[in-house]
């Protein structure tokens, strides 16, 4: 989608600061970090949000997870533990019509989040 500000960063029509990339998944750094490790891992592929997930992305979004458990390896989160998130419509504050998955790690997370 031509007009999808994470479609654009996959493409690498907008900038981004890349942390992986896998055959399904781009991986890159939240421009507004909520931790000390803050990573968006997305589909290539254009899905809304996790409501719109059907059988047909299971290979998509097996990928997904996969790659996000590589990033929170990679970035040292492994063994204290890290989060993974998705927010899905006007009250979880989703503010990207692109399908992301939160790695977020680095510091002690609360619960529930505010
Ligand atoms: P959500 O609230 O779940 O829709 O999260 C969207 C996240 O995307 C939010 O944490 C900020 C981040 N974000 C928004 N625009 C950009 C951008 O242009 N670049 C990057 N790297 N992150 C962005």
Not at 12 to 24: I, Q
Not at 26 to 41: E, I, K, Q
Not at 62 to 82: H, K, M, P, Q, W
Request: proline share 6%; glycine share 10%.
């Amino acid at each position: 989608m031509s007009d999808c500000l994470f479609c654009r960063i996959v493409a690498g029509e907008l900038p981004s600061t890349e942390v992986a990339s896998s055959e399904h998944s781009y991986a890159f750094r939240d421009l507004n970090p909520g931790a000390p490790t803050h990573v968006l891992v997305v589909p290539k592929q254009h899905v809304t949000d996790a409501s719109e997930l059907e059988a047909g992305h299971a290979a998509v979004l097996a990928d997904l997870f996969i790659t996000a458990n590589a990033v929170a390896g990679a970035e040292g989160l492994a063994e204290r533990g890290y989060r993974l998130v998705f927010n899905v419509g006007a009250d979880s504050g989703n503010s990207v019509p692109h399908l992301h998955l939160h790695v977020l790690g680095g510091r002690q997370l609360g619960w529930p989040p505010g």
